[in-house]
């Protein structure tokens, strides 16, 4: 069992809709992660969460917005989205300054926008 | 230039042999950690291994070695007696620079390697 939990684990909507993808995690770690995978695409870091300081890549639309109410969840909302954004959103943490910093992922949502 | 290359989009191999998947990088930092995952279908990214740029010795994890060799910027995943489970994606990735007490580890992934284990 993966101490990263990632709901929904699919979903589909509407480029009208808005929903959020949830992160929770259980590792003790203070900084987190949201990646993107398209399909024959390398994984694409969208935003991190680092001691409640937030980096973000600044090619990531705004219809994407994260929000890290504290070092244990993590939130990707969603609205307005294009059928081009339908991928896997991967959520992951890691423990700051640690020997390897290791990223431990999810389990991922599958987004599908219709 | 990429920072990972995965030149193996796919790769076969037996049941119970020895398979190496390849990884080089591209980086002038002089710490750096390179690290290995696993994604079976259902999505999940399962690390795997890690090597430090400072690690004098391949790092190994059970079946798994990360055959390092720093002078030619690569890291080749070895897993040993193959299993059927061992069928899945797997990614090569680098985080660039060295630690401090806040950093966190932005990792650039490959492209990947699809490896099917048969009978």
């Known amino acids: 069992e993966t101490g990263v939990t990632q709901t929904p684990r699919h979903l589909v909507m509407g480029m009208t809709n808005k929903k959020s993808l949830k992160c929770e995690q259980h590792?003790?770690?203070?900084?987190m992660y949201w990646y993107k995978q398209s399909a024959k695409k390398p994984l694409e870091l969208m935003f991190v969460y680092s001691l409640e300081e937030r980096v973000e890549n600044n090619s990531v639309p705004s219809r994407f917005s994260p929000e890290c109410p504290n070092s244990s969840h993590l939130f990707l909302h969603l609205h307005t989205l294009q059928p081009e954004d339908s991928a896997l959103y991967l959520c992951a943490s890691s423990q700051t300054g640690n020997s390897g910093n290791t990223i431990y992922f999810g389990e991922g949502s599958w987004l599908t926008v219709v | 230039a990429q920072k990972i290359t995965q030149t193996q989009p796919g790769m076969f191999v037996q049941e119970k042999e020895a398979v190496t998947l390849d990884c080089t990088y591209d980086?002038?930092?002089?710490?750096?950690?390179l690290f290995w995952y696993k994604q079976p279908s259902s999505g999940e990214m399962i690390f795997l291994i890690y090597q430090g740029s400072y690690d004098e010795q391949n790092a190994t994890e059970g079946r798994y070695s990360l055959n390092f060799q720093k002078a030619r910027k690569s890291a080749n995943l070895v897993i040993s007696a193959s299993q059927l489970g061992d069928s899945a994606m797997y990614f090569c990735a680098m985080r660039e620079g060295s630690l401090g007490a806040g950093t966190a580890s932005k990792l650039t992934f490959g492209t990947g390697t699809r490896l099917q284990v048969t009978l």
């Open positions: 590792l003790g770690h203070n900084a």
């Open positions: 980086t002038s930092d002089q710490s750096y950690g």
